[in-house]
Every structure is written in C-alpha cells, then in structure tokens.
Nanobody
Framework: VQLQASGGGLVQPGGSLRLSCAATGFSLEFYVIVWFRQAPGKEREGVSCIVRSDGPTYYADSVQGRFTISRDNSKNTAYLQMNSLKPEDTAVYYC???????????????????????WGKGTQVTVSS
C-alpha cells in the first residue's frame, strides 16, 4: 500500500506545475485525497482536498483561485494543478488519503492531516527566479 507524489521541480514565479499522487495497493476511489505542504521552518499546511471525482473540493485561502485539485479513479491517481506560482509556494508537497466512510463518520476537517490513513513521500516544489 503506497502513495507516491511526483511532478515537483523548479519553476519561475508565475509558472505552473502539475503534481500527481499515484496509489498502489489500494483503490483511491473510496478515499478522500488531501494535498499538504511544508516549507522549511513552518508547520504543515493543508492545501487542497477532494472528496469524490465530482467534488466537493476545498482549498486553503493561500491557493484559492490558483490551484485545482482533481482525480482520475481509472488511473488511481490524483492531481494538483498549480498555476500562478509564487515564491511562498515553495515547499515539499505531500498527498495523503483517508477512507471516505471515516471522513464522513468522523466529520474530519477537510484540510486537517491528523487522521489520514496513508501518506505519500513528498515532492519538492521550488518557485524562484
């Protein structure tokens, strides 16, 4: 059972990146997917959450309007499209998942990472000129 985030890299301010979160060993179809990030010296921050393919979706205020979360259950993969990137978006980005059933039963906050079932290894995003 594994989640793997990929797609990070170095990009100039104003640029775009698309991160992928691929699951192996289990079906993402039954899970809520959340992207987090952590910059050096800062606490982990919930960035975006997607409950089902048709939503709902949630975004941190800091990325609202610039980032878009999506998922393709047929590919067992989730995505985070990041546009208009800023230097303050520089961080290691992680994806995590929690069963949708438990997410609803426990009324988990959409961008809270304390009760995730699975975590992926991160991918570094650096926004710099």
């Amino acid at each position: 059972v594994q989640l793997q985030a990929s797609g990070g890299g170095l990009v100039q301010p104003g640029g775009s990146l698309r991160l992928s979160c691929a699951a192996t060993g289990f079906s993402l179809e039954f899970y809520v997917i959340v992207w987090f990030r952590q910059a050096p010296g800062k606490e982990r921050e919930g960035v975006s959450c997607i409950v089902r393919s048709d939503g709902p979706t949630y975004y941190a205020d800091s990325v609202q309007g610039r980032f878009t979360i999506s998922r393709d259950n047929s590919k067992n993969t989730a995505y985070l499209q990041m546009n208009s990137l800023k230097p303050e978006d520089t961080a290691v980005y992680y994806c995590a998942s929690v069963s949708r059933r438990r997410w609803f039963l426990e009324a988990l906050p959409p961008l809270d990472g304390d009760r995730m079932d699975y975590w992926g290894k991160g991918t570094q995003v650096t926004v710099s000129s």
